[in-house]
């Protein structure tokens, strides 16, 4: 029930392919991803989302993912792309129960198109990147009718995360080219001019740019303010590109500078090659240690003999190891510290030979007993020897033949 019901998840079941803030609205944005649905969130408490949106295929009860997702600039439309090649129109500011308007052959079925933009400058017109290799200029009120202007199938879109750039004025769109594989052509940067964008069936590129680089193009970006382009390359760089007569700060505070001297006569920075003592050769001269390479052929045979890889026999137990280096000969750093530790423990001490070095001090200097050695009594009762009520003493003995004990009465002179 909770899977099947997205309307009680507190977010995405599946995996998030890409989040976006509303334009007119800071606070809230929305997120796509594979389970096949939109949600909108609230900075304010993003554990949860506020409102989810169930796209569907058109025509059937299925969800598919949602692959790209974009908001007009007035936040009064939001448009999401599906595996399917359709996209689906939704308006923001009610339910977004059903799509308002929805084109179901948008791009080729079974491709992922990756970017959904709108225009800076207009609250109707969008582009999409296709995973179909084409880029195709929208108009909101007519999606039913087909795209205003399309390319060609020829600029590759391998990457799921492939982007689409406005530039500040809203005329131009950029966007990159991404093919993997080792046979793919480098990739580059395509310009479109939405005001050429008269015939939908043929809408060709007005300047492209070659990044000279293997690696595909996926991030595109131009910064309104700045006037400049930020391109991600898969291999997780990144370039800017600008003009010295268009350009606004940003890359050009860097671009007129030299490199510092100092950084240029800095030595590169390598890393320590720690060695022990015993690795040095003036410390291996002076013990008389040599290496393996410059020993005799005979001190070679006896070294490889205690090698059980090259002497091909199994390694010898601790116990009958007994050659110099070896575990039982050196012993492991525990059984060093136990030897050389002294361990004064009373459980190791001899209980009566302990008190009987106390009874020998204490007797030589009495110190607590001291005050009773000339106030005991002398001994009157003899404790060693047993009488009888006549007086006489009771010697106890055994006999021989029975090993009965027999009293003998001797009696005193």
Same mark, same amino acid.
């Given at each position: ?17 890409? =989040?976006? +803030?509303? &334009?007119?609205?800071?606070?809230? %944005?929305? !997120?796509? #991803?594979? $389970?096949? /649905? *939109?949600?909108? @969130? ?73 970017? =959904?933009? +709108?225009? &800076?400058?207009?609250?109707?017109? %969008?582009? !999409?990147? #296709?995973? $179909?290799? /084409? *880029?195709?200029? @929208? ?275």
């Amino acid at each position: 029930m909770y899977l099947n019901d997205l309307h009680h998840t507190k977010g995405h079941v599946s995996s998030v392919l890409g =989040v976006c +803030f509303f &334009p007119t609205d800071p606070s809230r %944005f929305f !997120s796509w #991803g594979r $389970d096949g /649905t *939109v949600r909108v @969130w609230v900075t304010d408490d993003p554990r949860w989302n506020t409102t989810v949106v169930r796209v569907k295929a058109p025509g059937k009860s299925a969800r598919l993912p949602v692959t790209a997702a974009g908001a007009a600039k007035d936040g009064k439309a939001l448009v999401a792309a599906l595996s399917d090649g359709s996209l689906q129109a939704f308006d923001p500011t009610g339910p977004m129960a059903r799509p308002r308007r929805v084109c179901a052959k948008a791009h080729q079925a079974g491709t992922e198109t990756s970017c =959904v933009r +709108f225009s &800076p400058e207009s609250e109707c017109l %969008f582009v !999409s990147r #296709g995973g $179909d290799s /084409t *880029v195709k200029l @929208w108009d909101l009120r007519k999606m039913k009718k087909g795209p205003v202007a399309a390319s060609k199938p020829e600029w590759a879109n391998d990457s799921v995360h492939t982007s689409i750039a406005w530039d500040p004025t809203g005329r131009f769109v950029v966007t990159g080219t991404a093919e993997k594989g080792p046979g793919g052509r480098p990739s580059s940067l395509v310009f479109f001019d939405t005001k050429e964008a008269k015939d939908a069936a043929e809408w060709s590129s007005v300047w492209t740019m070659p990044t000279q680089l293997d690696t595909p193009a996926v991030a595109v970006e131009w910064h309104a303010k700045l006037n400049q382009i930020f391109v991600g390359f898969g291999d997780g760089s990144a370039r800017i590109w600008y003009d010295p007569n268009v350009s606004e700060k940003g890359a050009l505070l860097a671009a007129g500078r030299a490199v510092p001297k100092k950084a240029r006569s800095k030595p590169a920075i390598e890393y320590l090659n720690i060695k022990s003592p015993i690795e040095l050769e003036e410390t291996s001269e002076r013990r008389g240690w040599r290496k393996f390479a410059d020993m005799m052929p005979k001190q070679k045979k006896i070294r490889e003999a205690y090698d059980p890889v090259k002497s091909k026999r199994p390694q010898l137990p601790p116990e009958m190891d007994m050659r110099p280096g070896a575990l039982s000969a050196q012993k492991t750093m525990q059984q060093r510290m136990v030897l050389d530790v002294a361990r004064e423990t009373l459980r190791d001490a001899d209980p009566r030979e302990a008190l009987l070095a106390w009874d020998k001090k204490a007797k030589a200097d009495a110190v607590f007993s001291r005050a009773w050695a000339t106030t005991q009594p002398e001994a009157v009762l003899d404790f060693e020897n047993e009488y009888d009520e006549d007086g006489n003493m009771i010697v106890r003995k055994k006999e021989q033949g029975g090993g009965r004990k027999k009293m003998l009465n001797d009696r005193s002179v």
